[in-house]
């Protein structure tokens, strides 16, 4: 028996020497990420004033650090076995953790609209002192707030694209939404700038509206994930990362079990469960040519077709169950 046609799923830990270099690349790199994360959070809360839209930012970056960690305990927990109590084991984990980080998101960003519009509404004006106040622009404090702001827009260029892109070859959304955000840490930290600078030449409240645009921003991504998130774990048709096309590895397994003599119908069924994906294929055979053997070599076949793959099932059903349970459906796989 070889190893896909064992009937234990495969693990994590037999991911292609590839995918396990990217894996261990990621993981290095989010270890970066969080230290470098930590360095803006300490430059921000050093310049910390009284300026609403520097609090947003600094909240945000706080915030930031809760994806890298929890991509990194999710990497951790999904390489445990199964389990008696956990016998499809917790390959999930990497779900749980992109769902905990798009709800970490879309309550920060909420909280920073209500903040934000509560003092607009309220005319709290800030207490950092204008440009003139300041005996001239070379003693105006805000200047080193600026200079923090511009740090916690760089180190986002610095450290996103290489994770983005390690994130597509390990379809991981997690990791992918947290290393796309390079362009919300960007609008975030130019909108924070503007703010400082209106508290500069007096226009207090431009420092509260950019605290406004950077709350619904922040949750509009947010809302953007939780939403992937949660249909990710109530088993939504599996899609390409980044993007709402569907993933051709479900119609590639349909027309490769169509192509069969034997096969009379098949329904191909697939879920992702983290970075990885199990599926199931109903199959209608002719029952006079179909045998245990043909089952095993195009599941064999069909395991070899993407490393993504850690468990796939054939099941024989007859006619009447497959219209039953097929015939009124249509085909998920078809393009939408």
Not at 147 to 169: C, E, K, M, N, T
Not at 257 to 272: A, K
Not at 290 to 299: D, M, P
Request: charged share 20%; aromatic share 10%; with cysteine.
């Amino acid at each position: 028996m070889t190893e896909h046609s064992r009937s234990q799923p495969r693990r994590p830990g037999q991911l292609p020497a590839e995918k396990q270099r990217d894996l261990a690349a990621a993981r290095r790199q989010e270890w970066g990420t969080l230290v470098m994360r930590v360095t803006v959070v300490a430059a921000l809360y050093a310049a910390l004033g009284s300026s609403q839209a520097l609090h947003a930012v600094w909240l945000k970056s706080l915030w930031s650090l809760l994806p890298p960690i929890a991509f990194l305990l999710a990497v951790r927990l999904e390489s445990w076995p199964p389990t008696r109590r956990f016998p499809y084991g917790f390959y999930r984990a990497g779900s749980i953790a992109f769902l905990t980080s798009a709800l970490a998101l879309t309550c920060m960003g909420g909280y920073l609209i209500f903040a934000g519009a509560r003092s607009l509404i309220e005319h709290h004006q800030p207490s950092l002192s204008t440009i003139n106040a300041a005996a001239g622009p070379a003693h105006w404090t805000g200047w080193w707030i600026i200079a923090a702001l511009a740090y916690s827009v760089a180190v986002p260029w610095i450290i996103g694209r290489r994770r983005q892109q390690l994130a597509i070859d390990l379809h991981d959304k997690g990791l992918y939404a947290d290393a796309s955000m390079g362009r919300v840490n960007w609008l975030a930290g130019s909108a924070a700038i503007i703010g400082v600078l209106g508290i500069g030449f007096g226009v207090w409240w431009l420092d509260f509206a950019a605290a406004l645009a950077i709350g619904l921003d922040i949750t509009w991504h947010g809302l953007r994930h939780l939403y992937t998130a949660i249909c990710d774990l109530i088993d939504e048709i599996p899609r390409r990362i980044g993007s709402s096309e569907l993933d051709p590895l479900g119609a590639e397994i349909r027309d490769f079990l169509r192509g069969h003599e034997w096969i009379r119908d098949v329904r191909v069924r697939l879920r992702e469960e983290g970075r990885l994906l199990t599926g199931i294929a109903l199959i209608c055979p002719y029952e006079d040519e179909a045998s245990l053997a043909q089952f095993e070599s195009a599941r064999e076949k069909i395991e070899a077709m993407d490393w993504r793959l850690l468990d796939f099932q054939l099941v024989p059903v007859c006619d009447t169950t497959f219209e039953r349970y097929c015939i009124e459906t249509p085909d998920q796989w078809s393009p939408d």
